[in-house]
């Protein structure tokens, strides 16, 4: 029976809740991920900032008719945008449960 645990990622890029909105999307871009565990101080998962969040903190501004300008409000944090509480699974859970 295959766990949940053959599915997970190994390499996980956290964020603080802290952290400016524009470099978790920063990070999200250079890593090619749509999703950003949110961890305290102790390391304790407190939400999960998601390329959905990040669309929300996005602000447009057209240029011309054609190019738009993508900012965010600088005093925007992941804690703004963050889902939370999140759904957890313990690792060996079967795929057919998850």
């Not at 978790?24 to 250079?30: G, P, S």
């Amino acid at each position: 029976m295959t766990k949940a645990r053959s599915l997970m990622t190994k390499k996980i890029i956290k964020v603080k809740p802290e952290m400016p909105i524009q470099l978790a999307y920063d990070e999200m871009k250079e890593n090619n991920i749509r999703h950003l565990p949110v961890v305290n101080q102790i390391g304790k998962l407190v939400g999960i900032l998601s390329d959905r969040d990040i669309q929300r903190a996005i602000h447009v501004k057209a240029i011309n008719e054609i190019e738009q300008e993508m900012t965010f409000n600088p005093h925007d944090t992941v804690e703004d945008f963050m889902s939370w509480p999140v759904q957890t699974i313990d690792e060996s859970i079967s795929i057919e449960e998850v």
